[in-house]
């Protein structure tokens, strides 16, 4: 039976393509803004994201902007990925829901951008163990990175768009949607999920401008803040 398409908090950006082996939105994906979890024990990780995810009605896939720090009992497995010329690590963990008899893993692949604070971090989570990680080269010298896993034919990526508006939020989906226009990444389908800071019909008419707008689809959701920022 076909999962539900599950979605929370900012925006949504897809592309299909209609010979794809799997259907993207047979899975529930989820994205949320965190708003800077500082601490390893912060309970935004320990109580809210995990209970976002835990059981059969756990989301399959959470896109994590101001992701922080990640929680303690998260465990590294050693899978370093830190593509040649663009310079953006990730690191997978896993983490377990369960108990030590009954385990309920989780692949939490993060991304420590913000080395000082630790706090606008990147993270994706999911059910599965992802098959490829991807990294593509912010948009601007003072962009943050796009990052994604490929589950089979699918890809999930996340952002996290400059404050005062987003002004590079259109940059941003031009970048993914080119990286996975060339030759070889044609066959997959895509899904950007983020904090875009801008009201979605700005976004739309920026897509526009760039000629993208029949070529994507925005999906909006709810809010970080009032004011889009």
Known sequence: MKKNFFHLLIMLICSYISFAYANIS?????????QGSSASTESKWNINVRQLLSGTAGVDILMVQEA??????????????QPFGVG??????????GTTRRQDIRYIYYSPIDVGARRVNLAIVTRRRADNVYVLRPTTVASRPIIGI??????FLTTHALASGGPDAAAIVRVTYNFFRTPQM????????????????RLESDLMTEHLERL???ICTYRTHANWR
């Open 186 to 201: 044609r066959h997959l389908s895509w899904l950007l999920g983020g904090d875009f800071n801008r009201a979605p019909d």
């Open 150 to 155: 490929g589950l089979g034919n699918d890809v």
């Open 26 to 34: 047979d899975y529930r994906v989820m994205t949320w803004n965190l």
């Open 68 to 81: 922080g720090a990640i929680p303690t009992s998260a465990v590294r497995t050693g899978r370093h990925i």
């Open 216 to 218: 994507v689809t925005i």
């Open 88 to 97: 953006i690590p990730i690191d997978e963990y896993t983490w377990n829901l």
